[in-house]
């Protein structure tokens, strides 16, 4: 069966350092790789999409590597901050959708939830 | 700014009632899609549509229907709301092979 892992327990990472989340999928070939932040009670908000055919993608202090031999995404956030601690969604595409017509059904992982301490 | 609206932050329905959830995005995005979130469960994809009058199940469409009459709008229906659909539930909308924009949630509880 279809399957991505993060993380499932509370990440803490230091202010300042690097905080480094991981997504695996297996039973997949994503055209493209999600990632998303969730505050509580509040709906997701996009971070960055990488295609297959990218390596790397940065944004600001973000940066997302995707490793389709691997099946694996790392998403990176550099000199830390206590508001960067949130949840952390990973998704992927389902390539030709339930439809078969290239439709954009998402499926999640369940997320990491990073702890940014002062 | 895209903007996805839902039409109640909290909802208290009885066992059986058939109720009724709204969500209005303003980016003319084709694809529209009804999440639900539980603890431990993540979100899982209930329905989704690529156009007017279109629609797909996702992986968990069984006691609930949707419809999308105009392009901006897309509800979700619960027939006979059950205690096992008490959730959040997210709504998002999309242009294709793009990110997402997520409403900001529906707390439905089911007593």
């Known amino acids: 069966s279809q399957k991505i892992e993060q993380n499932s327990e509370a990440l803490n990472i230091q202010e300042g350092k690097t905080a480094t989340l991981t997504c695996n999928y297996t039973?997949?070939?994503?055209?493209?790789l999600q990632w998303y932040r969730q505050d509580p009670g509040r709906g997701p908000v996009f971070l960055l999409l990488?295609?297959?055919?990218?390596k790397e993608k940065r944004k600001e202090r973000l940066k997302v590597t995707f490793d389709t031999t691997l099946k694996q995404s790392l998403f990176h956030i550099t000199a830390s901050q206590p508001a960067d601690s949130a949840t952390y969604l990973c998704?992927?595409?389902?390539?030709?959708?339930?439809?078969?017509?290239?439709?954009?059904?998402?499926?999640f992982g369940k997320g990491t939830h990073l702890i940014i301490q002062p | 700014d895209v903007k996805v609206t839902q039409s109640s932050r909290y909802l208290v329905k009885r066992t059986g009632e058939k109720v009724f959830l709204e969500c209005v995005q303003d980016?003319?995005?084709?694809?529209m899609f009804w999440y639900r979130q539980d603890p431990g469960l993540g979100l899982r994809l209930i329905y989704f549509?690529?156009?007017?009058?279109?629609?797909e199940k996702g992986d968990i469409p069984e006691g609930y229907s949707v419809s999308r009459e105009k392009k901006e709008r897309f509800s979700l229906i619960l027939e006979s709301a059950s205690t096992n659909q008490t959730s959040m539930y997210l709504c998002?909308?999309?242009?294709?092979?793009?990110?997402?924009?997520f409403g900001p949630g529906t707390r439905l509880t089911v007593t």
């Open positions: 998002a909308s999309s242009l294709w092979g793009t990110e997402q924009y």
């Open positions: 039973n997949y070939s994503p055209a493209y």
């Open positions: 990488i295609r297959e055919n990218e």
């Open positions: 998704a992927l595409d389902i390539l030709g959708g339930y439809s078969g017509g290239g439709a954009d059904g998402l499926t």
């Open positions: 980016m003319d995005h084709e694809n």
């Open positions: 549509s690529y156009d007017v009058k279109m629609k």
